[in-house]
Structures are given as C-alpha cells and as structure tokens.
C-alpha cells in the first residue's frame, strides 16, 4: 500500500500540489483541524522540522488533532504527511505566491526564496522543448558570429551568456542599448544569428530591431514566455514559462531560468565542436591557472 491511503478526499487528485490539497480541503475541516491547515499553510517549511507536539503547540491544538488532519489527507501519520510535504515543496511550483514578509524568520526566508527558485528550474526543465532546442544549438554551432539584445535584467543575462560563448572562441557581442543594438540589426551578417532575451517579450525597441534583422535574413532565437510578441517574430522560441513573482523583496525568477537556458546552449554548442572546443577550454584554463599562483618572493 502506498504512503497515502485510499481515503485520500475522492475530489482532490493526488497529482495537486499538497499545500493546494490542504487550501481545498478547509471546508471540509474541523474548527480544530482547520488551525492544524493554516499553521501548515503559512509555515510550511517548518512543518517539515516540527515534532507533533511543536505543531499542536504551534496551531494550538491537541497532538491527536494533528493525526487527524493528517488521515484527512490520506497519510498514516504524521510522518508520512511531512515526508509528502517535503516532496511536494521540492519539485512543485507552488500554488500561491510566497512572498516575503519584512519580520520573516531567517529559516522560513531562506527556504522560500530557494524553494522559488528550484521549482522555478525545475518548471523550466521540465517544459524544455528538445526540437526546438537542438534547432537552435544547430543554428549557433554554425554561425559566424552571435549577437545577444536584451534590456534591463535581461541585458545582464545577456552579458553573461557573451562570456559563455566567447570561452568557446566564437565571435560574440551582446548590446543592451537599444540604440546599440537597431546596429547590430542593420550589418549583421545573415550568417549571424542574433539570441534575444525578454521575460515579457513586449519591448518596442527590441522587437523593432528584430524585425530589421528578420527582414534581412538575420534568424532570431528568441528566449521570453509563451505567447509573447517576441516568441511570434522569433525564428525558434525557447520559452521560460515561469509564475513571476511581484513581491518587492525577492529576485526574479524569469532571470534564472534564462540563464539556465543559456548554459544548455553553450554547453551544447561547446558539445558539437567536439575535441578543437575542448582543447580551447584547456588551454584557457591553464592560463587563468597561471595567473592564481603566487610569484615567488625574491
């Protein structure tokens, strides 16, 4: 028999996110079992940690209440139920912003900010479309030279993923500027291939200097969230389809999964130059080797 038990609520299937499980099973809670679903709902990361007693203590509640919420979800116990919640906030997006409160303790912090950011990568994997992938690393392994727009957040990833490409040897410019970049539209080669970075894939700007390389040629792989402008005028469209999170304290999460992205580009174009890439990189590496070690002193 599995860890959940076949009394797991008929309406609830066991492939919903657990915290969205326990918000759609208040209703149908006792006032006493309710306390036990809120107290894991605002403080799920520390659910994960508390002993029984810490958590009746916590939602103000018996120890016997806590094993009924538990066996209301379908678990044995409580163990059973924290190991599904650690599961569950490990590799699933979670079903409502968690935002940061100003007194937030350090623990619930840490974990709240990470835990965004691994589901985020995980989301992002996970939707990873492979033709398209391989189309696109087919694209830059051929190229003559690769050109990177983007704006704002978008231009450091931008910059970052110019040093990735230039530790291949590849010529490789990346423009932030939207003045510096309608240039590059205008004379780069159709050879080229130009990467353009945008969450929400609705700069005028930038859409308008693809639109100029497009006319002439240029392919354009476009890295943004589905549906967007930018995924339309795109040659190949690798989307980062990820819940953004407004909340004024913490990073945004579109930024990591565009700079994952970018290393499995990289990465797969440094692949296709087979051993004249990897000589490169070890010769790179041995120099910068070089400049770590300490001249010795007269």
């Not at 919903?16 to 894991?40: D, G, I, W």
């Not at 009924?68 to 079903?95: D, E, H, I, N, W």
């Not at 780069?188 to 130009?194: E, G, Q, R, Y």
């Amino acid at each position: 028999m599995s860890e959940a038990e076949s009394n797991n609520p008929a309406s609830i299937s066991q492939s919903t996110p657990l915290l969205e499980q326990v918000r759609a099973l208040l209703p149908e809670l006792s006032p006493s079992e309710r306390k036990v679903a809120m107290h894991t709902l605002a403080r799920p990361h520390a659910v994960m940690d508390q002993a029984i007693g810490v958590i009746a203590a916590a939602a103000n509640v018996s120890e016997p209440t806590v094993v009924r919420f538990c066996k209301r979800l379908g678990y044995r116990g409580v163990q059973g139920f924290k190991m599904a919640l650690a599961r569950s906030l490990a590799t699933g997006l979670p079903p409502t912003p968690m935002g940061v409160d100003s007194d937030e303790p350090l623990e619930e912090l840490a974990a709240k900010v990470m835990d965004r950011q691994i589901a985020a990568l995980i989301h992002t994997r996970n939707q990873l479309p492979h033709d398209r992938l391989e189309t696109a690393i087919d694209l830059l392994a051929g190229a003559s030279r690769i050109e990177l727009f983007g704006h704002g957040a978008s231009g450091l990833v931008a910059q970052d993923a110019q040093h990735k490409f230039f530790r291949l040897g590849m010529p490789v410019a990346a423009y932030t500027d939207p003045h510096n970049h309608a240039i590059s539209a205008t004379v780069t080669p159709p050879d080229a291939v130009i990467i353009a970075i945008s969450h929400t894939g609705r700069s005028g700007d930038l859409l308008q200097s693809l639109r100029v390389a497009r006319d002439r040629g240029v392919p354009v792989i476009g890295i943004t969230a589905p549906g967007t402008p930018l995924a339309r005028l795109a040659n190949v469209t690798l989307n980062a389809e990820v819940d953004e999170d407004t909340d004024i304290y913490t990073p945004m999460l579109s930024r990591l999964a565009h700079l994952a992205l970018l290393d499995v580009l990289a990465v797969g174009v440094a692949l296709r130059g087979g051993s004249r890439t990897q000589t490169r990189l070890a010769k790179i590496k041995q120099t910068l080797n070089q400049r770590r070690e300490i001249p010795e002193s007269d």
